[in-house]
């Protein structure tokens, strides 16, 4: 096995793939092409020692409050008020190379006032899509369905292209964890909430954005281990 090892990259391509838990695609065809198996194996190599030596091409200073947002080339963060309340968004443009030093990366867009107490934020740029949740206000209702909002990050306004630009959720109080993810007309939700009898669960509410319908809900149980 030791002399068909040395002998052969696509056996060593294989191995080495199958090491860091990955694998050839099933319609990857390197039979008789020794040579696509070696282009391959060393670019994988010189992925593999990048990622160990890595270092940042150029570092800059980002003021950064309770909540922020990385998507695409921006970042996103805002300041709170004196309430605590965080109702502003500054987005900055990271791939905007400053030569001041120390580098600070400028503001690409802000929007000074939501006019939403915020939860949590996500945004796609490329739908020019901002999707706030708003801070429950403390009545029952709020504290039972959490109120969602579509805008545009060009101008704060509700956007356009949804059907329905407040949408709502469910969740069972306390509330732990909050994820938005955004994936092309996808908009997906995930909460981190206690149930019955203190079994932590997630629940994962998606929809299109664009016409407002739930394509899925579910509930995944997080079951623990005590020793």
């Known amino acids: 096995f030791r002399y068909l090892l040395k002998h052969s990259t696509l056996l060593q391509l294989i191995v080495e793939l199958a090491v860091h838990g990955l694998r050839l695609q099933t319609h990857t065809n390197l039979k008789g092409c020794d040579n696509s198996s ?3 194996l060393n670019a994988f190599r010189r992925s593999q020692d990048a990622w160990k030596k ?3 091409l150029k570092t800059a200073t980002i003021p950064v409050s309770n909540l922020y947002e990385i998507g695409g080339r921006l970042f996103a963060h805002g300041p709170s008020d004196s309430t605590n309340n965080l109702q502003g968004i500054e987005f900055s443009d990271l791939k905007v190379d400053c030569e001041t030093e120390p580098r600070s990366v400028p503001v690409w867009k802000s929007i000074e006032d939501t006019g939403i107490d915020m939860l ?3 945004f796609d740029i490329a739908n020019d899509l901002l999707v706030i949740i708003e801070k429950p206000d403390g009545s029952l209702a709020s504290r039972q369905h959490h109120l969602v909002y579509l ?5 704060g306004d509700p956007h356009p292209q949804a059907a329905q630009t407040c949408l709502t959720f469910r969740f069972v109080p306390p509330l732990s964890t909050c994820t938005i993810k955004i994936v092309n007309e996808y908009l997906a939700i995930s909460v981190g909430e206690m149930l019955a009898f203190d079994s932590p669960a997630e629940v994962l509410t998606i929809w299109n954005w664009k016409t407002g319908v739930v394509c899925h809900v579910c509930v995944l149980r997080l079951l623990s281990v005590i020793d």
């Not at 805008?151 to 101008?155: E, G, H, L, R």
């Open 120 to 122: 949590d934020y996500s």
């Open 151 to 155: 805008m545009t990050i060009s101008d």
């Open 54 to 56: 890595i270092e940042p």
């Open 38 to 40: 070696i282009d391959i």
